[in-house]
T-cell receptor, first 109, second 116 residues
Framework: TQLLEQSPQFLSIQEGENLTVYCNSSSVFSSLQWYRQEPGEGPVLLVTVVTGGEVKKLKRLTFQFGDARKDSSLHITAAQPGDTGLYLCAGYNFNKFYFGSGTKLNVKP | NAGVTQTPKFRILKIGQSMTLQCTQDMNHNYMYWYRQDPGMGLKLIYYSVGAGITDKGEVPNGYNVSRSTTEDFPLRLELAAPSQTSVYFC???????????????FGSGTRLTVV
């Protein structure tokens, strides 16, 4: 059973466009993390959100945790080719982190 | 710092063969984890360890074994390889018990295993 659903699965956009990817669940999580994974490498932590409604910014990336702590979104402003990668969300519950299957983003120059 | 180092990067095994995936970290992290990543399925926890001499099962432990004799090393053993074990395997570590703060995993770069 996939606890976390990420959408879209694939996204291909031009440099300079804005985009939002989503991470949804019917479960409540005590915290949620976002990772970026490049081909041939392991995931790298971008951010952790712990409070319902929390918004965190990391340069052009904005992360939001839903009020009910069941969902999260990642918004990228003015995407660049360096943003290309697989974006994974991971929710903490029942003493474990559960990973979504990811959104594969391709930003074309 | 090297972080988390995994070897080998690639391996092809025949059905029924055995192998050990090596993982070592130089950050003095107490907690170490093994995940497998299959296309479209996300990362699944195989085993984890909270310290030397202590290991526990994750979501998908069948067909695997682990040991943790030192803080630095956490090898994953496949005894009788099966095609269902074709995957990319990631080792990870953390200083704190995850979920108790804002720390995340530090992942290695992975081992791509194909069983034929």
């Amino acid at each position: 059973t996939q606890l976390l659903e990420q959408s879209p699965q694939f996204l291909s956009i031009q440099e300079g466009e804005n985009l939002t990817v989503y991470c949804n669940s019917s479960s409540v999580f005590s915290s949620l993390q976002w990772y970026r994974q490049e081909p041939g490498e392991g995931p790298v932590l971008l951010v952790t959100v712990v409070t319902g409604g929390e918004v965190k910014k990391l340069k052009r990336l904005t992360f939001q945790f839903g009020d009910a702590r069941k969902d999260s979104s990642l918004h990228i402003t003015a995407a660049q080719p360096g943003d290309t990668g697989l974006y994974l969300c991971a929710g903490y519950n029942f003493n474990k982190f559960y990973f979504g299957s990811g959104t594969k983003l391709n930003v074309k120059p | 710092n090297a972080g988390v180092t995994q070897t080998p990067k690639f391996r092809i095994l025949k059905i029924g063969q055995s192998m050990t995936l090596q993982c070592t970290q130089d950050m003095n992290h107490n907690y170490m984890y093994w995940y497998r990543q299959d296309p479209g399925m996300g990362l699944k926890l195989i085993y984890y360890s909270v310290g030397a001499g202590i290991t526990d099962k994750g979501e998908v432990p069948n067909g695997y074994n682990v040991s943790r004799s030192t803080t630095e090393d956490f090898p994953l053993r496949l005894e009788l390889a099966a095609p269902s074990q074709t995957s990319v395997y990631f080792c990870a570590s953390s200083y704190l018990l995850l979920g108790t703060g804002e720390e995340g995993y530090t992942f290695g770069s992975g081992t791509r295993l194909t069983v034929v």
